[in-house]
């Protein structure tokens, strides 16, 4: 029967659930041990998700921080594709599959235009969840089918060594979140250059907002640039990245609902936080990107707003927006990281 709710609160009422029988202080554990698996240094050549408890507390903590991850990049991607409509999507490494929770929530109830064989109407993209841990298909494959979402309950989950061996079918979109970490300098590239390939429409690659996040984002951007691909986001333009190498890092942050699991790990009282990361989204059409995106979180003066931002041009450089220019000025105060500038114009009324 197919859900009354939304993907996103469907997703969070799945792993309210998911932890039951499991002792907190073991979950603790098990998430501390792979959060410092995550953050190692050393890429690895076997699944960081070991079995059933690995992957309910993994995913209790991290799947909300990917899915809102993922969600703002696809927003980005829709509004400089807004006519397309994947009708198949190829989640790489997708794990317990947040980022294809992301994709069904983001054309939800549209008509595909993409080239694949889709579901039908409203039925969202027809997805394909690969990864290399069978304990990450498998819960993920049982929280699809429990949530009655009808891009997911219809989802292949199929084990597949995700490295330089990894051939896919052609498909509309292919997502590529949070595993390029994991793989040695080889497979990295020859995983982008293969999503590349097998990509009909779209690629979107998302990694963590760190220094070495934005390095794997920048590199897998010049693949797909290189593949004859175009940037959609979050760059305006398709030419080097303007940002010094070592000097800073471009990336974005999504709000996450923190649930107990990640207060009981990390402590703290509020009742979200902050996930940081970098991405790139690239299509094989001609996609109508920002005219510039605000790279840094807007500074609010007295009749001031200070807006740092990556233009068209390719270059980097700041616009201060007074309140002398009336709307403008209170876009710009209403604007946050990552927006485009200036705002799209609002929809006619009626």
């Not at 994947?86 to 794990?95: K, L, N, W, Y």
């Not at 947040?98 to 235009?113: H, K, R």
């Not at 595993?179 to 590239?189: F, I, P, Q, S, W």
């Not at 009282?269 to 991405?279: G, I, Q, R, T, V």
Request: charged share 25%; hydrophobic share 40%; net charge neutral.
């Amino acid at each position: 029967m197919p859900s009354t709710l939304p993907p996103a609160e469907a997703l969070r009422s799945a792993l309210a659930g998911l932890l039951d029988g499991l002792p907190p202080t073991q979950a603790a554990r098990a998430v501390d041990r792979l959060i410092s698996s995550y953050r190692g240094t050393t890429p690895t050549d076997a699944p960081v998700l070991r079995d059933r408890s690995d992957v309910a507390a993994y995913a209790a903590y991290r799947m909300p921080a990917t899915f809102e991850a993922v969600r703002s990049a696809l927003a980005a991607l829709r509004d400089a594709a807004p006519a397309w409509v994947p009708a198949t999507h190829t989640d790489i490494g997708g794990g317990t599959g947040a980022a294809s929770w992301a994709v069904a929530e983001a054309w939800e109830g549209e008509t595909p235009t993409g080239d694949g064989d889709g579901g039908g109407d409203g039925e969202g993209p027809r997805t394909t969840v690969l990864d290399w841990a069978e304990p990450a298909l498998a819960l993920g494959r049982e929280l699809a089918m429990a949530s009655g979402v009808p891009g997911l309950t219809t989802a292949r989950w199929e084990r597949s060594r995700i490295s330089a061996s990894l051939r896919i079918e052609s498909t509309d979109l292919v997502t590529v979140s949070y595993v390029l970490k994991e793989l040695t300098e080889g497979d990295r590239a020859a995983v982008v250059t293969e999503a590349a390939r097998a990509a009909l429409g779209a690629v979107l690659i998302v990694e963590p907002g760190t220094p070495d996040g934005y390095r794997r984002v920048i590199e897998a951007r010049e693949r797909l640039i290189a593949a004859g691909m175009t940037v959609a986001a979050p760059c305006p333009h398709s030419a080097d990245c303007p940002i010094v190498p070592g000097s800073d890092w471009c990336h974005f942050a999504a709000r996450v609902s923190r649930s107990s699991l990640h207060r009981q790990v990390k402590g703290g009282s509020l009742p979200y936080e902050d996930e940081k990361f970098s991405y790139v989204a690239a299509t094989r059409f001609p996609p109508a990107p920002a005219p510039a995106r605000v790279t840094r979180r807007p500074q609010i003066r007295k009749g001031l707003v200070q807006l740092d931002l990556c233009a068209a041009d390719g270059s980097l450089g700041r616009e201060n927006v007074t309140k002398r220019q009336g709307p403008l000025y209170k876009a710009a105060r209403d604007a946050e990281w990552g927006d485009p500038w200036p705002p799209p114009p609002a929809p006619p009324r009626g």
